[in-house]
């Protein structure tokens, strides 16, 4: 009998050692025991453990798989992952896995259905199938492929029936096989590429295509990043090999999809988490046999097996979505660095608002920074200006200024987007006759007003006081929290401008991929209407006749105590700004603003994020913060308040101990209660990265994880302090 070293999912810190008459090889789930319980188990790369008494080590139960599913560059990034973020060894393993390879399914692909081609088709002159566009449009592209699946027909938008009306005519044959083989990509077009414009071009050619390549495209909105992505995967795929793309959460609408799949010939997978499990399951599977040359996918298909890898695009890098904040708190971008890097490949990252930690990364030659600053096609940026609230009359912060203009592009028979930022946690409190904001006695800061408590307390120092009543700048009584939500919103423009069509996007409305194309199809109806919404708004979208974009409320993210909050307003500005005039009508933006002669807007309003990204990284600096010193955060929560800050200063004083890194805390997380429960954090900084795991990983070691009144957690790289 061998020991075997397999990963199981649990609170244990390496792999678990078991028995096996031969060696396994790593990346094989079995079904091992555990106590009375038989559990989904993986075969790893790590020595076993050879202390264990043999007599007191259980056999492998079963062993599911014939050969490795998990490829060796997969699962040597899942322990580097297991160790770096700090989590239970198995996390990234089982991460990697769909749902159901996780619960033991077997890992076969469903028969297909595929469409041929016959000898008569071969040899058909489609021309004569003219009188119907789609007949012979499906047989252009079925003399070029020979033999293609019918989902991947279905993508170029020719459906079962127009094929089995090819059928009859004996022109195509179709039968239900499975196909194990990998198929070569090719790199043919359907669709001919765009003629790159200068910037394009020297961007797509400082790309090695043969190394580690990280490169930052930094491109405004609209010029033309997914070109050069579509590109750059031609050259891979002409190798013969694959690509793999990364879109932020609610990035992949099948528009985009379909733009990869009408350039391509090669075959082209999704994955992202509004799929059912099977389809995950059946794409996955064709992801890693090969059967895919364009992957492209949300945060966790960055652990997508795939053979012969060549390039890796990350697009809209900068976006939020890439960072779980759950279980295992890894960044998605940060683990496709590290593939590209193990695999030696070249990476895109793509934004128009990149993140400072890549902006560092370029300013110091670590990525090549490439730059596109026109719009592709020809349309200018549109101008930015404030409206100043301070002056204006308004009902729920929906000020006169901009219900006029509002007023004006929809006379036009234009469409306007009213943005408010929801992000951020309890309010600010401030006086609506002033502008005067809480701020903390101790600190440089603003308080946050805590609504459920009705309190403000700093999250720098743990200051409370209760909330004045009267303004200490203009004795007004009018003060309150700041912010108007979305749905309050949609009241008031009802209200303001009845009988326009009012097309909401957010959260709750544009809650699955369904709801959200529905939402989308209603903006490609003719006529004025009125768009408002979140973020969900900000994200690549392209609103051809949207010609104003209002921001109702941004205001929020000039205060937030949060790491990140400014560098997301920014960002969020900037996107949100890129979509008016995006088509052949000239736009304009107009931003509401308390603090119109806050600096921080002065370069968002040339569109100059460059320049507003330097002074936030300069600000860093000063702090030591990412990326310019290492963060760790510690968030401890419970029902009882002093056990959760407890811990946290048991944990506190270890670590200030070891003089190896900064503690700051404990301090009450931004968002104080949630879901009954107290929650607190420990912010852990230090100069080496190194330290940081010297320290924690005794720490995360040492405290019980799944203790009934204290949970806790390490957030390594955290990217908000909630
Ligand atoms: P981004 O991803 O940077 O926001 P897109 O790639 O979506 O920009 O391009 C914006 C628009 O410009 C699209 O309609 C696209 O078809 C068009 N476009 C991109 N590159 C070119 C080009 N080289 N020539 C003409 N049009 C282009
Ligand atoms: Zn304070
Ligand atoms: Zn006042």
Request: proline share 5%; hydrophobic share 40%; with cysteine.
């Amino acid at each position: 009998m061998q020991r075997v070293s397999i990963a199981v999912q649990g609170p244990f810190n390496g792999a678990l050692t078991y028995l096996h008459e031969s060696v396994l090889a790593p990346g094989i789930r079995c079904e091992v025991s555990l106590g009375p319980r038989t559990v989904i188990g993986i075969s790893v790369n790590e020595p076993p453990d050879e202390q264990l008494d043999l007599a007191k080590l259980k056999p492998i139960k079963r062993v599911l798989d014939d050969k490795p599913i998990l490829s060796e560059d997969i699962l040597t990034i899942s322990v580097w992952m297991s160790r770096y973020y700090l989590h239970e060894f198995s996390s990234p393993f089982f991460l990697a896995l769909p749902k159901l390879l996780r619960t033991g399914k077997s890992a076969e692909l469903k028969k297909t259905r595929w469409v041929s081609l016959t000898t008569q088709g071969q040899h058909i002159d489609t021309t004569q199938l003219a009188r119907s566009v789609k007949q012979q449009a499906v047989m252009v592209v079925m003399q070029k492929q020979r033999k293609a699946t019918q989902s991947h027909l279905n993508g170029l938008g020719f459906n079962t029936a127009l094929v089995a009306a090819l059928e009859k005519k004996q022109l195509l044959t179709t039968s239900e096989e499975v196909n194990l083989e990998p198929i070569k990509p090719t790199g043919e077009l359907f669709e001919a590429a765009l003629q790159l414009t200068g910037e394009q071009l020297q961007a797509l050619e400082h790309i090695n295509m043969d190394q580690y390549s990280p490169c930052l495209l930094e491109g405004v909105t609209g010029s033309g990043k997914t070109e050069v992505y579509l590109q750059a995967i031609e050259k891979c795929l002409k190798e013969g090999k694959r690509a793999l793309v990364l879109v932020p959460e609610i990035g992949l609408t099948p528009q985009t999809l379909s733009r990869f799949q009408k350039r391509f010939q090669d075959d082209t997978v999704a994955l992202h988490s509004g799929m059912t499990d099977n389809a995950r399951h059946q794409a996955w599977v064709k992801a890693s046999l090969g059967q895919a040359a364009i992957i492209i996918g949300t945060r966790s298909s960055i652990l997508t097996p795939i053979p012969n890898l060549g390039l890796i695009v990350v697009d809209e890098e900068h976006d939020g979505s890439y960072k779980q904040q759950d279980t295992l708190r890894y960044h998605a971008r940060d683990i496709a660095l590290k593939r590209a890097h193990a695999l030696n490949i070249p990476i895109i990252l793509g934004s128009a608002t990149p993140s400072l930690e890549s902006l560092h990364n370029a300013s110091i030659g670590r990525f090549a920074h490439l730059l596109l600053e026109q719009r592709a096609n020809g349309s200018s940026l549109p101008p930015i200006e404030t409206i100043d609230m301070r002056k204006q009359k308004h009902q729920a912060g929906f000020s006169e200024r901009l219900a006029l203009r509002v007023q004006m592009h929809l006379d036009e028979g234009n469409q306007v987007i009213l943005f408010l930022n929801r992000r951020g946690y309890a309010p600010n409190w401030f006086c609506k006759t002033c502008g005067w904001i809480a701020d903390c006695t101790f600190c440089d800061a603003h308080m946050t007003h805590h609504r459920a408590q009705r309190t403000n307390i700093c999250h720098h120092c743990g200051h409370r006081e209760a909330p004045p009543r009267q303004c200490p700048n203009c004795h007004e009584t009018t003060l309150e929290a700041m912010g108007t939500g979305t749905e309050r919103a949609e009241e008031t423009i009802a209200q303001l401008f009845p009988g326009t069509p009012i097309i909401r996007f957010d959260r709750d409305i544009a809650s699955t991929r369904i709801k959200m194309e529905q939402q989308l199809k209603l903006t490609e109806q003719d006529g004025p209407a009125i768009i408002i919404g979140t973020q969900m708004l900000a994200k690549g979208h392209h609103f051809e006749r949207v010609t104003l974009v209002g921001i109702w409320d941004i205001d929020g993210g000039l205060f937030s105590a949060d790491l990140r909050a400014r560098e997301r307003m920014g960002q969020l500005l900037t996107q949100v700004a890129g979509r008016s005039g995006r088509g052949e009508r000239r736009g304009e933006v107009l931003v509401q603003t308390w603090y119109p002669d806050n600096p921080v807007f002065e370069p968002l309003l040339k569109h100059d994020y460059r320049s507003f990204a330097v002074s936030l990284l300069e600000d860093r600096k000063r702090s030591q913060l990412p990326p310019f010193g290492f963060l760790a955060v510690i968030r401890c929560d419970s029902a009882f308040a002093n056990l959760a800050e407890n811990r946290l200063q048991e944990m506190a004083h270890y670590l200030l101990d070891t003089k190896k890194v900064r503690v700051l805390g404990p301090l009450p997380a931004l968002l104080s209660r949630r879901a009954g429960k107290h929650r607190y954090m420990l912010l852990v900084q230090c100069q080496k990265r190194s330290h940081l795991h010297e320290v924690l990983t005794p720490l995360h070691r040492h405290y019980p994880r799944d203790a009934k009144q204290v949970s806790w957690h390490i957030d390594i790289d955290p990217s908000d302090l909630a």
